[in-house]
C-alpha cells in the first residue's frame, strides 16, 4: 500500500514533442505529490508538486495532471527539448514526518 | 550560497569496514533526510531526522547509523553490518510545518566497497 508505481521505465521523444511519465498509488493518505528531475551523478531537484484537492497544476512547460478517484498522476513535459533528457521520480507523501515514498524512476532521451 | 553540501563525492572503502558520510546544509531547514539509489530503483529512505537529537528509522535502516547533534549536520555511518553498502548516497533536507513535505537534495556521494 505504500508503493507508488512508474510507467515507462525509459522514453524517448523527439524534441518538441510531449513527454508523458504516469504514477499510481494504492494509498488514500497520499496527499502530497511531488516531481523531481535528476541529471546523471547529480542529486534530484525539485520539479512540480500537487495536492489532492486541485486536478491540474502547471508551471512553464511542465504540468501535472492529477485523478483522485483512479489514484493516478502523470507529469506532462510540453516542448521537449534535449536539455529536459533526465531521470524523472514522482513520490507520494501521507505526512508522516514527511517520508517521501518514490517511484521507480523514468529515464528519458529527448533526441534532437 | 544556501544549500546542502555532501562529502566526499566518490568515496571508496575495503569490506568490513565502517565509513560516515557528510551532510551539512544552511538553509535552516529542521528536517533532514538520508536515501539510498541504485541502479534503475528509486530513492529509499534510510533514516530521517525531524528535531536535533532525535531520529527514526526509514524503510532500510539495517547496517547504517546517524546523529543529529546539530540542526546543520547529520552524518550517516555506513556499518560493516550493511550486506551490500555500495550505492549512491543522498541527503535531503526540508522545512517543518506547511512546507514540510518540499525536500531539497544535496549532489550525494558514490561510495563503492570492494
Known amino acids: 500500500q505504500q508503493q507508488v508505481k512508474q510507467s515507462p521505465q525509459s522514453l524517448i521523444v523527439q524534441k518538441g514533442g510531449i513527454s508523458i511519465i504516469n504514477c499510481a498509488y494504492e494509498?488514500?493518505?497520499?496527499?502530497?505529490f511531488p516531481w523531481y528531475q535528476q541529471f546523471p551523478g547529480k542529486g534530484p531537484a525539485l520539479l512540480i508538486a500537487?495536492?489532492?484537492?486541485?486536478s491540474e497544476k502547471k508551471e512553464g512547460r511542465f504540468t501535472i495532471s492529477f485523478n483522485k478517484s483512479a489514484k493516478q498522476f502523470s507529469l506532462h513535459i510540453m516542448d521537449s527539448q534535449p536539455g529536459d533528457s533526465a531521470t524523472y521520480f514522482c513520490?507520494?507523501?501521507?505526512?508522516?514526518?514527511?517520508?517521501?515514498?518514490f517511484g521507480q524512476g523514468t529515464e528519458l532521451s529527448v533526441k534532437p | 550560497d544556501g544549500g546542502i553540501t555532501q562529502s566526499p563525492k566518490y568515496l571508496f572503502r575495503k569490506e568490513g569496514q565502517n565509513v560516515t558520510l557528510s551532510c551539512e546544509q544552511n538553509?535552516?531547514?529542521?528536517?533532514m533526510y538520508w536515501y539510498r539509489q541504485d541502479p534503475g530503483q528509486g530513492l529509499r529512505l534510510i533514516y530521517y531526522?525531524?528535531?536535533?537529537?532525535?531520529?527514526q528509522k526509514g524503510d532500510i535502516a539495517e547496517g547504517y547509523s546517524v546523529s543529529r547533534e546539530k540542526k546543520e549536520s547529520f552524518p550517516l555511518t555506513v556499518t560493516s553490518a550493511q550486506k551490500n553498502p555500495t550505492a549512491f548516497y543522498l541527503c535531503?533536507?526540508?522545512?517543518?510545518?506547511?512546507?514540510?513535505?518540499?525536500?531539497?537534495f544535496g549532489p550525494g556521494t558514490r561510495l563503492t566497497v570492494t
Open positions: 535531503a533536507s526540508s522545512k517543518a510545518g506547511a512546507t514540510r513535505y518540499e525536500q531539497y
Open positions: 494509498n488514500t493518505a497520499f496527499d502530497y
Open positions: 500537487i495536492r489532492p484537492d486541485v
Open positions: 513520490a507520494a507523501s501521507n505526512n508522516q514526518g514527511g517520508k517521501l515514498i
Open positions: 538553509l535552516n531547514h529542521d528536517a
Open positions: 531526522s525531524q528535531i536535533v537529537n532525535d531520529f
